[in-house]
């Protein structure tokens, strides 16, 4: 085997959990050998350098060896090398650091707090003050 579909070998390699999304992050450009976008049926040989961008990183692997088989975890090492710089390991981890830290109120998941103060203001039992509601209308107007 000399050549390998681009979308096969990284849904085989595990960098994508489907060959349907390889496939879509090549179409959307997200996918280049040589700072060049590539299709899907784009063939690859052993030695080139795959980079695909998820953003905010982007990740560079090295081609290795070729496959069409899924394999699991453990094989990886052997089919590509992650050459991957430094300094985009250093923004991922930028990333998720700032995702918690800077949270702006009303964005996202809500906290035990806010939950806890949004059961508070609709709870039925909290606008209970022993007032009878029911009022009769009709006996009013018979005067």
Do not use: H
Not at 16 to 29: D, G, L, P, Q, W
Not at 48 to 63: A, C, D, L, M, Y
Not at 91 to 109: P, Q, Y
Request: hydrophobic share 35%.
């Amino acid at each position: 085997m000399n050549e390998v579909r681009i979308d096969k070998w990284m849904w085989a390699t595990r960098i994508f959990k489907t060959r349907t999304i390889a496939a879509e992050a090549c179409k959307k450009s997200r996918v280049m050998i040589n700072n060049v976008t590539v299709k899907p049926s784009r063939m690859i040989k052993v030695g080139e350098v795959i980079q695909v961008r998820k953003p905010p990183v982007t990740f560079s692997f090295k081609v290795l060896a070729l496959t069409e088989r899924r394999m699991g975890a453990k094989l990886v090492p052997d089919y590509l090398e992650n050459v991957t710089t430094p300094d985009q390991y250093e923004i991922l981890e930028m990333n998720k650091i700032s995702g918690f830290v800077d949270r702006a109120r009303g964005f996202g998941r809500p906290t035990k707090k806010d939950r806890r103060e949004l059961e508070q203001f609709t709870d039925p039992g909290v606008m209970d003050d022993g007032f009878d509601f029911d009022f009769d209308f009709d006996s009013n107007d018979e005067e």
